[in-house]
């Protein structure tokens, strides 16, 4: 195309008329890094005193206008380091009653992603849940039509797939750097065992504590409990051990291994498996497994040749070769 011409007064002209109906930014106008309080997202937080409380400070560029937790003794800290955000126990008041919230971010127990996740969407809220993302595959299912229908835009807290880490590997597979994979083995040595930590599993033997101390004062069981089959509080579920017992978690694959195999499922572009084989030992009806392997064979991808992941987990897994 041929290049228009111009004379020096037609663009001063063209220029200056552009600069009287053009916005400054607030930024520029408060100095640098400044960003006016009416530019920011105001956020919740649902589930503040364990790991949301690390996700709300690195959000603390934002405003935090409200902060839900069943525990009040635990979020304490939270609640102390937030004193403007106004304090709820239970997440669907929150949601009903504070109309400025533009975000939620999820941390709780994994039972309770799923309900909590899917009140936020339909209130029309912009949301990032922690992993794992669902407690299950149907509620991932259920999750992910929701959130493909919802306005708002979505995020699981997976750290590490924002951190330069998994995406080096990415450059290097999708580069050739170390040629065609086609066998991955991924392992965690931990385990949450004892059950219920603190010696209770000599007690028990994986099953359910017998005896029902009271419920805290701070803490409301009930909602805490969720949509998980209700039974009696017993500091051997919360907090911080909840994650061995089935009713709330769902084994240390999806707690570490959500963090490890992310990277292979991204640097490989894996979709669904054609078969999964898996054996434990040391599980029971109530309890996550003392260790297990788990064999994924994936089918080949475009150019890209069959791949077979083997996950290890707990105290007695054997590490590969």
């Known amino acids: 195309m041929a290049q228009a011409r111009t004379t020096r007064r ?41 790991m949301g409380a690390v996700n709300l400070a ?6 935090i206008v409200a902060l839900c937790d069943v525990d009040g003794a635990y979020a304490a800290g939270t609640f102390k380091k937030y004193p403007k955000a106004k304090v709820y126990s239970d997440y669907r008041v929150l949601l009903e009653q504070q109309k400025d919230v533009d975000a ?69 597979i999708w580069d050739g750097a170390i040629g065609e994979v086609r066998e991955v083995d991924a392992w965690c040595s931990l385990s949450y065992y004892p059950w219920g930590h603190a010696g209770w599993s000599s007690k028990w033997g994986g099953a359910r504590p017998a005896d029902t101390p009271p419920v805290p004062a701070t803490l409301d069981w009930d909602l805490w409990i969720g949509p998980a089959p209700l039974r ?65 064979q994936f089918p080949a991808r475009e150019s890209r040749p069959p791949v077979k992941v083997t996950w290890y987990e707990g105290v007695r897994a054997p590490r590969p070769e």
């Open 104 to 172: 939620v971010v999820i941390a709780t127990p994994d039972h309770t992603h799923t309900v909590i996740a899917m009140a936020a969407l339909a209130a029309g809220k912009h949301v990032y849940c922690q992993k794992p993302l669902t407690h299950n595959v149907s509620e991932a299912r259920r999750l992910a039509e929701a959130a493909r229908a919802a306005p708002g835009i979505t995020q699981m807290g997976i750290q590490g797939h924002s951190g330069p880490g998994a995406r080096l590997i990415c450059e290097w």
């Open 58 to 63: 690195a959000l603390e560029t934002e405003n």
């Open 10 to 50: 037609r663009f001063l002209k063209a220029t200056t008329a552009a600069t009287l109906f053009s916005i400054v930014p607030r930024h520029v106008l408060g100095g640098p890094h400044h960003t006016a309080p009416s530019d920011k997202l105001n956020i919740a937080g649902i589930g503040v005193g364990g």
């Open 232 to 296: 009696p509080y017993h500091p051997a579920y919360h907090p911080l051990v909840w994650r061995c017992w089935w009713d709330f978690g769902s084994s240390m694959i999806c707690d570490r291994g959500t963090h490890t195999l992310d990277p292979v499922v991204w640097a490989l572009k894996l979709g669904a498996p054609t078969s999964i084989e898996a054996t434990s030992v040391g599980q029971t009806e109530e309890t996550h497994a003392l260790a297990a392997i788990v064999t994924y």
